[in-house]
C-alpha cells in the first residue's frame, strides 16, 4: 500500500491504481504536448476600402488557393472593411498592426498608404495602386525598397486613351467634363494624360471634384451646366462606392460615359477601359505566396497588369 499526501488530502492507494493514474496523466498530457509543438499558420490582414460582399476578397482567395494557401488550413485571414469610409482605413490599419498579422494585403492609394503609416516593417502587398513611385509609396518599380510592393496600374497614357473613346463612339462629341477625386494622390498623372489628348483632339474640358458622398449631385449639376456631350470618370474607392448614382444619371441624361473599371459599365456606363480589379487581387496572391516562403518586399518588383488584366467593355 501506498500513501500519498497532498496539503490536507491523504490518497491511499495500491500498486495498480498507481499504474492506471500514471497511465491517465499521460494521456492528458499528450494532447497538450501535440498543441504546444504544432506550428502556427501564417496571419494575413486585409485591409479594404469595400464592403465584406465585395468579390475582390474572393478573388484574392482563390488564387491563394490555387497557390496551396487554404483559409483554417494553412493560413488565416483577418478582415478589416471600411465600407467606403476611408477615413477608418488608418484605425483599421492599426489593429491589424496590433494582431501581428505576418502581412497585409490591400488596395488603393488610400489603403496603401494607411498601412504604410501603420508598419514600417510588416510587408505590405498592393493589390492595385495607380502611381506608387509618383506618390511616393515606393523606390521605383524594379526595387520597391522599404516594405511594400505589388501590382501598379502606372500608365500615363490611360487618360488619352479613355478620351479618345467618347470621340471614336460618338464622333460630335465635343465637349467631355472629368468626374474625379482630387484627395486621390495617384490622379494627377491621369488628369495631365486627359488634358494633352484634350487638346490634340480638340475637346473641350470640364474637370468636376468630388471629395465626399455629398458632392455628387452638385458635380452633376455641373457636368448638366457645361453642356457637356459625354463624361469620363476616374476609378477611386468613392466613385467607385457611389458607381450606381453615377450610372443612373448618365442614363437619365443620356450621357456617354468612360470609366477604367467594368464595373462602371455594368451599373449604367457606355464602356471602360482599364484593369480588370478581380484578376489584380488574385494575383496578388502571387506575392503574399513569395513573402510568406521568404521573399523581401523590397526584392519583388512592381509589375503591372498583363494584357488579360485589361478590359474593355
Avoid: C
Avoid at 282 to 310: F, M, Q
Wanted: hydrophobic share 45%; glycine share 8%; proline share 7%.
Amino acid at each position: 500500500m501506498t500513501q500519498f499526501r497532498m496539503s490536507n488530502l491523504e490518497l491511499r492507494t495500491g500498486p495498480v491504481p498507481i499504474l492506471l493514474a500514471v497511465l491517465a496523466l499521460g494521456l492528458l498530457a499528450a494532447p497538450l504536448a501535440a498543441d504546444a509543438q504544432r506550428p502556427e499558420v501564417p496571419r494575413i490582414g486585409v485591409l479594404a476600402s469595400f464592403a465584406p460582399a465585395d468579390p475582390r476578397v474572393e478573388a484574392l482567395k482563390q488564387g491563394l488557393r490555387n497557390l496551396g494557401w487554404l483559409e483554417g488550413q494553412n493560413v488565416e485571414l483577418e478582415y478589416r472593411y471600411a465600407n467606403s469610409e476611408v477615413e477608418r482605413l488608418p484605425q483599421l490599419a492599426a489593429e491589424l498592426v496590433r494582431l501581428k498579422v505576418d502581412l497585409i494585403v490591400t488596395g488603393g492609394e488610400a489603403g496603401i498608404r494607411a498601412a504604410r503609416d501603420a508598419t514600417g516593417t510588416i510587408p505590405i502587398v498592393m493589390a492595385n495602386s495607380g502611381d506608387p513611385v509618383g506618390t511616393g509609396l515606393i523606390a521605383s518599380l524594379a526595387r520597391p525598397g522599404g516594405n511594400i510592393t505589388g501590382l501598379s496600374l502606372l500608365n500615363p497614357d490611360l487618360g488619352g486613351k479613355r478620351l479618345a473613346l467618347p470621340k471614336e463612339t460618338v464622333p460630335k462629341v465635343s465637349r467631355v467634363a472629368v468626374l474625379w477625386n482630387p484627395t486621390n494622390a495617384a490622379k494627377p498623372l491621369e488628369l495631365k494624360s486627359t488634358q494633352v489628348a484634350a487638346e490634340a483632339l480638340g475637346v473641350r474640358m470640364t474637370f468636376v471634384e468630388v471629395r465626399e458622398p455629398t458632392d455628387f449631385a452638385p458635380a452633376f449639376d455641373a457636368i448638366t451646366k457645361a453642356r457637356s456631350n459625354a463624361f469620363i470618370t476616374f476609378a477611386d474607392p468613392l466613385t467607385l462606392a457611389h458607381r450606381r448614382q453615377i450610372g443612373k444619371f448618365a442614363l437619365k441624361n443620356r450621357l456617354p460615359t468612360i470609366a477604367e473599371l467594368r464595373e462602371f459599365a455594368e451599373a449604367g456606363g457606355l464602356v471602360t477601359y482599364g484593369a480588370n480589379l478581380l484578376d489584380l487581387y488574385r494575383r496578388a496572391a502571387t506575392y503574399v505566396d513569395k513573402i510568406l516562403k521568404g521573399a523581401k518586399p523590397a526584392d519583388l518588383p512592381s509589375s503591372s497588369p498583363r494584357s488579360s488584366s485589361w478590359s474593355s467593355t
